[in-house]
């Protein structure tokens, strides 16, 4: 009896959340360090329940509520990020990946600043916010 030996390199994947682990060949895919700050994806959500709403997706906030299994208090908080000026939503999409440690910004500083009804002190607020991080 012969021995037969194969070479290469395999990595255990998962094809969605709980699904059975699926065998690829070659190496793991490389992540990025560190982690997307959670304002950054809170952001996201904000643009992208906008963007169901608008497109007819769900008939209003209180349905997104409902399906997302949170309380419309919660949605208005989400949202309320899209009454940030458009330069200071850009750069929440765009912070650095958080390698360690706390939050820098957290959704409870720029609720403040999204109910302020003039784009000009909201903007001198963020860069003193941005500054502390």
Known sequence: MSTLTI???IHFGREGRGARKVIHDGAAPASAPGRIPRISRLMALAIRLDEMV?????????ELARLGHVTRARISQ???L???APAIQEELLFLPRIESGREPIVLRDLLPIAA?????LP????KTLAKCT
Request: glycine share 12%; proline share 4%; net charge negative.
């Open 7 to 9: 070479g290469g390199t």
């Open 54 to 62: 608008q497109e007819g997706e769900v008939a209003d906030y209180a």
């Open 78 to 80: 989400v949202t309320s």
């Open 82 to 84: 899209l009454y940030l």
């Open 116 to 120: 302020m009804p003039d784009w000009n």
């Open 123 to 126: 903007l001198r607020k963020w």
